[in-house]
């Protein structure tokens, strides 16, 4: 088993050379070559050698059986429903607040605000939805006057805002709040539909003059807890990069180092939580897109297990790949929004095959939490990173996993990470080439990857589909699934046996940092295919096979690098860690997310950018 992942030597174009160089492309680039030979430099015909025997699967819903939910319910004693999850934190608060709780002190001054900071604020009568809401309502307009302004937050009105924080308001005063997130600030991906917003898709012309008639269900789930809903924040134009550079609408500021991307394509989602707008955040996910920007943004972000999330309301540009879930500050905060937004939606049928959504009792903390867990390691791939502090940093909190909390780690290999990747870019962009057919306004780096997207086949769309059949059978394999497994019709053995199975997979978030904001970027968009490609190193095998996986916080660079290009990196850039589990098991991933921030206490830094003052 070889691997077979190279780095590209494409260069990097931006400005009025990325205009020109598309413009060609658009217009001579078939008749010439110049098409096919992109394509070819990317890997986009790596999948048109190989004599595959395996059935496509177009969507990667799984039914589950036996095994497939037996560690979510292995422990009963340390798992909640999701209802249970959410009242147990809400006696929790309601006790903090009737004791005078307030902000712990020990927490220093690197602490990030989080929904029990506001439900305590809120209930003890210090402060007010009212209050906060007109404290948001300046933070946003000053986000946007600091230089470089922050840019994270593109569609908001104030009267709205207002008017849920006081409905919010009279709810605490009558002693009736909905839940732990009533009165708590929540701002959603311009992906999604929010009720009198338009659903632009970081575009300059999509669903303009045609603002959403209602909330999309995932929206409409966090509002009828009575979470206030600021409006939208900004994403890479349709979704089709990972910076977040978007001359159609605006541009964030990674609130860390702002001359450096947020990354995408939720990365106003990012910039928001991180620079402490509102503690809470929805991303959508089709390849990296949500936890992209929590790792370069220094937060914590979930993408759950395709199928777990309704995607109602949700602009639907890459249907078989992407799941919107929840960017936070905390961990806590993470599983509360996957505790309300996750679940059967009657109105969706991929949601319906589901197991019931359980959730880490708040009550299972402390050493030895891991006990026994078996963490999986492709070292090859998990030290094939440009900036090697990453994977040192990473290595220093599985070291802390496994010493301190029982964690094991064992060493495999995951085969065709090459194909993997390419078979996920072939059916990303091809969804996205379906759905969008006008591209005459759109960013010139997005009308690139649709030419070179158009130029592929039927035969290449299918060949990818079955790539997926294949990547999903040795991930069942992988983690012991394939037992009793009727439709697992190949035999694909593991390096160790037995004693290669595993419970989860970790990985570096990603194998880069953010890279650096060029004024043709700005202007124009940037191309930048190394970027792309080690960014997304590790996201699309979550994203093509449909398994959960979340980021978490591992630490922050102490070294200074001038990265190839020549730009230069200072220190102070967040890192994060990734883990991948078997289809539902959100679970096991938010726990190990929780160890993770416990771990890190108060090294976590503070952004350069920060707006979180609200007086709790």
């Not at 996993?401 to 780690?409: E, I, N, Y």
Request: hydrophobic share 35%; proline share 5%.
């Amino acid at each position: 088993m070889s691997y077979n992942l190279v780095d590209p030597k494409t260069p990097i174009v931006n400005g009025r050379l990325l205009a020109f160089l598309t413009n060609v492309v658009e217009k001579i680039g078939s008749s010439t070559g110049l098409v096919h030979h992109l394509c070819q430099d990317a890997g986009l015909y790596v999948l048109r050698s190989i004599d595959y025997e395996e059935s496509p699967t177009v969507v990667p819903v799984w039914e589950p059986h036996r095994g497939m939910v037996k560690a979510a319910a292995s422990d009963a004693s340390a798992t909640l429903s999701a209802k249970d999850f959410l009242d147990t934190l809400q006696k929790e608060a309601d006790r903090a607040a009737s004791l005078g709780e307030g902000v712990k002190a020990t927490s220093g001054e690197n602490r990030f605000h989080s929904c029990r900071d506001f439900y305590v604020a809120y209930r003890s009568g210090r402060t007010t939805p009212n209050k906060i809401a007109n404290r948001l309502i300046e933070a946003i307009q000053e986000s946007d006057r600091v230089s470089p302004p922050l840019g994270a937050v593109w569609s908001w009105k104030k009267d709205a805002i207002l008017r849920q924080a006081q409905a919010s308001t009279l709810r605490y005063g009558e002693g009736r709040p909905l839940s732990i997130v009533d009165g708590v600030p929540v701002v959603i991906k311009d992906e999604l539909d929010v009720e009198g917003h338009e659903t632009t898709v970081g575009t300059s012309y999509i669903n303009k003059g045609n603002p959403a008639k209602e909330d999309a269900h995932l929206v409409a789930l966090l509002r009828a807890h009575g979470a206030i809903i600021i409006g939208k924040s900004t994403m890479h134009e349709i979704g089709l990069g990972i910076t977040n550079f978007n001359p159609s609408t605006n541009t964030p500021r990674n609130p860390y180092q702002p001359l450096h991307a947020t990354g995408g394509s939720s990365g106003g989602s990012g910039a928001a939580v991180s620079a402490g707008l509102c503690p809470i955040a929805i991303g959508c996910d089709g390849g990296g897109s949500v936890r992209i920007p929590a790792s370069y943004c220094g937060i914590f972000g979930l993408k759950p297990t395709h199928g777990r999330v309704s995607a109602r309301g949700e602009y639907p540009l890459a249907h078989s790949v992407a799941v919107s879930g929840p960017m936070c500050a905390t961990v806590e905060d993470l599983a509360i929004v996957y505790a309300i937004i996750a679940g059967q939606d009657e109105l969706t049928a991929q949601t319906h095959i589901q197991p019931p959504v359980v959730l880490p009792s708040p009550s299972n903390s402390g050493k030895g939490q891991l006990q026994g867990l078996r963490i999986g390691i492709y070292r090859r791939w998990f030290e094939d990173v440009i900036h090697k502090e990453i994977s040192k940093v990473c290595y220093d909190m599985l070291d802390r996993l496994c010493k301190d909390h029982g964690a094991v780690l064992v060493d495999i290999e995951i085969p065709e990470l090459l194909e993997n990747a390419k078979a996920h870019n072939i059916t990303i962009s091809g969804e996205m080439l379906a759905k969008v057919q006008d591209h005459s306004k759109l960013n010139h780096q997005t009308r690139l990857e649709l030419t070179l997207a158009s130029s592929l086949g039927m035969q290449d769309y299918i060949r990818a589909q079955q790539q997926r059949t294949r990547s999903i059978r040795y991930l069942e394999t992988l983690f012991g699934l394939k037992q009793d497994d009727k439709h697992h019709m190949a035999n694909y053995s593991l390096p160790g046996g037995s004693n290669s199975v595993v419970d989860v997979i970790v990985t570096p978030t990603l194998a880069n940092l953010p890279p650096k904001i060029q004024s043709g970027a700005l202007s124009h968009g940037e191309s930048n295919y190394l970027n792309t490609v080690k960014g997304m190193q590790f996201m699309t095998m979550a994203n093509f096979t449909g398994i959960p996986a979340i980021t978490a916080v591992a630490g922050f660079s102490k070294e200074r690098y001038v990265h190839t290009n020549g730009d230069q990196y200072e220190t102070g850039f967040p890192i994060g860690i990734q883990f991948m589990s078997q289809w539902w098991d959100e679970k096991r991933l938010i726990e190990i997310a929780g160890i993770c921030e416990s771990i890190l206490g108060d090294a976590r830094l503070k952004p350069k950018i920060w707006m979180g003052d609200y007086k709790l």
